[in-house]
T-cell receptor
Framework: GEDVEQSLFLSVREGDSSVINCTYT??????LYWYKQEPGAGLQLLTY?????DMKQDQRLTVLLNKKDKHLSLRIADTQTGDSAIYFC?????????????FGSGTRLSIRP | NAGVTQTPKFRILKIGQSMTLQCAQD?????MYWYRQDPGMGLKLIYY???????DKGEVPNGYNVSRSTTEDFPLRLELAAPSQTSVYFC????????????FGQGTRLTVV
């Protein structure tokens, strides 16, 4: 069945780049998403990528998609303390309804001074 | 501020009690979703709605019910609360079917004792 895997923790020094990785199982996934969850808050959709793209950049965020390896990554440039959060990767196997979105367990990003 | 509003933020229920989690959005979104988030896990879809008067089951619907009498409101009903329903519940809405414009509420932390 479908599954989305992420490492649980990542610690990065302030000012460095953070790279959060994710693997998914369904090769037919047409949309892949990254969400951010700050402590005590709901999820915030950060960005998404369509499967016919290899890369998407939005200010400090860069998403890379390797469809052959079913690997998705989120790079945060110049990581700041406000980037401390849990980051969820998700896939949409059908590419249609968001009711089919499958979430990973989240990567907790902590920033050290 | 426009967005998704959930009430209450916290609730403790005794086993067998019932309650309704409220969710309202003021963005005229057709698509609304209820998720639960268990510790260290990603979100699991409970129920969703593609418009007023239309609801459908998600991955984990047992023990819950929903209604969608208006576009704005999507309440989640728990009947006969059980300890397994201890979780954080998130409501989300979206203008797009593929989840690319999603907004999440702040969450309701429910404990069943």
């Amino acid at each position: 069945g479908e599954d989305v895997e992420q490492s649980l923790f990542l610690s990065v020094r302030e000012g460095d780049s953070s790279v959060i990785n994710c693997t998914y199982t369904d090769s037919s996934s047409t949309y892949l998403y990254w969400y951010k969850q700050e402590p005590g808050a709901g999820l915030q959709l950060l960005t998404y990528i369509f499967s016919n793209m290899d890369m998407k950049q939005d200010q400090r965020l860069t998403v890379l998609l390797n469809k052959k390896d079913k690997h998705l990554s989120l790079r945060i440039a110049d990581t700041q303390t406000g980037d401390s959060a849990i980051y969820f990767c998700a896939e949409n196997p059908t590419g249609s309804s968001a009711s089919k979105i499958i979430f990973g367990s989240g990567t907790r990003l902590s920033i050290r001074p | 501020n426009a967005g998704v509003t959930q009430t209450p933020k916290f609730r403790i229920l005794k086993i067998g009690q019932s309650m309704t989690l409220q969710c309202a959005q003021d963005m005229n979104h057709n698509y609304m979703y209820w998720y639960r988030q268990d510790p260290g896990m990603g979100l699991k879809l409970i129920y969703y709605s593609v418009g007023a008067g239309i609801t459908d089951k998600g991955e984990v619907p047992n023990g819950y019910n929903v209604s969608r009498s208006t576009t704005e409101d999507f309440p989640l009903r728990l009947e006969l609360a059980a300890p397994s329903q201890t979780s954080v519940y998130f409501c989300a809405s979206d203008s797009e079917v593929r989840g690319t414009e999603a907004f999440f509420g702040q969450g309701t932390r429910l404990t069943v004792v």
